[in-house]
């Protein structure tokens, strides 16, 4: 019972997020489209950066949605692990269209800067603080459940961006009207571009981590050993691996050394430490191969290409 209580509440949760997603996305096209007219009016490159910026978060906001969706499907034979790192493979596609987008504002400015046309400021300011209201609305509306996923994050990280840019069109407006520097327009666009790039590094590097299939940045592998060899019975430690499938799903596999005792004994120790794993390093799916000494080298960290090369010599060895 109390199961089928908890994929209820997930089920809903899930539900929520999807709803959220989905009201941001209305919102935010509906702003595009406005604030592109206004920016082609008023002449202003500070809001047609803000509305094709807001372009990508649509894009963005689709695919999380979708991502979503995908993530909600069970897993089955062709892919045992279902369909979590579409929610990575999003967030890659996200930080990439953020570097392109930063790219083509750096250049539009660049030509701006040599020769700044007169832009509308009425129309600037008042565009600019209508965006930064639509911009934290959606911001927080994805907010709920981004820091446990990484997709989630890229989106609310582009729309959080989309806040300060908003906030930067608005400030140049007001410097233009006080000094009549048209330049301040290029300037606000090229400092909410570095921005953009900044917010795309953050996500791409996350996720490079995860598609390698790196050690999380959280976790303390030499904390980890010692906190398995504190564990009583457990004589050593090797072929350890922790990686993740998404930002909130991780693993373990590792090969624990024991002494050679009952297997209702070494059931014992293989409990106690996945309560120490889970309890002290939140990783709930734990692989442990019990074993005892002498069964292996004691390799804390396996080599791969060492066994590869290993069994490419026995397969040479038996075509022979």
Not at 146 to 157: A, P, Q
Not at 306 to 312: G, L, N, P, S, V
Request: proline letters at 2%; charged letters at 15%; glycine letters at 8%.
């Amino acid at each position: 019972m109390a199961g089928g209580h908890t994929h209820v509440h997930v089920d809903a949760a899930g539900s929520r997020t999807k709803f959220r997603l989905g009201l941001s996305i209305v919102l935010t096209v509906a702003f595009v489209v406005f604030e592109a007219l206004a920016g082609l009016i008023a002449n202003s490159l500070a809001l047609l950066t803000d509305a094709a910026h807001n372009l990508t978060d649509v894009v963005a906001l689709v695919l999380s949605w979708y991502a979503l969706h995908l993530a909600e499907q069970p897993s089955h034979a062709g892919k045992t692990f279902g369909y979590h790192r579409v929610g990575i493979l999003v967030a890659l596609i996200n930080s990439t269209t953020l570097t392109l987008i930063a790219a083509g504002i750096f250049y539009e400015a660049y030509q701006r800067f040599i020769s700044p046309p007169p832009v509308a400021v009425d129309i600037l300011i008042a565009v600019g603080a209508a965006a930064f209201v639509i911009n934290l609305v959606t911001a927080w509306l994805v907010s709920h459940g981004s820091e446990h996923d990484l997709n989630l994050r890229s989106v609310f990280i582009h729309l959080l961006g989309d806040v300060f840019s908003t906030a930067g069109a608005v400030f140049a407006g007001i410097g233009i009207w006080l000094t009549g520097l048209y330049w301040l327009d290029p300037l606000a666009s090229v400092l909410i571009g570095l921005l953009i790039l900044w917010n795309a590094w953050i996500i791409l590097r996350e996720t490079i981590d995860i598609l390698l299939e790196s050690t999380p940045r959280d976790i303390e592998m030499s904390s980890m050993v010692r906190d398995l060899l504190q564990i009583e019975g457990v004589k050593g430690v090797h072929d350890l691996h922790v990686w993740s499938i998404s930002k909130s799903f991780r693993l373990l596999s590792a090969h624990i050394v024991i002494d050679d005792v009952l297997v209702s004994q070494a059931a014992l120790i293989q409990h106690e430490i996945k309560e120490m794993i889970i309890g002290h390093y939140g990783i709930g799916h734990c692989t442990l191969q019990l074993e005892c000494e002498g069964c292996d080298p004691d390799s804390l960290y396996c080599d791969i290409n060492h066994h590869d090369r290993h069994r490419r010599a026995d397969n040479h060895r038996a075509v022979r």
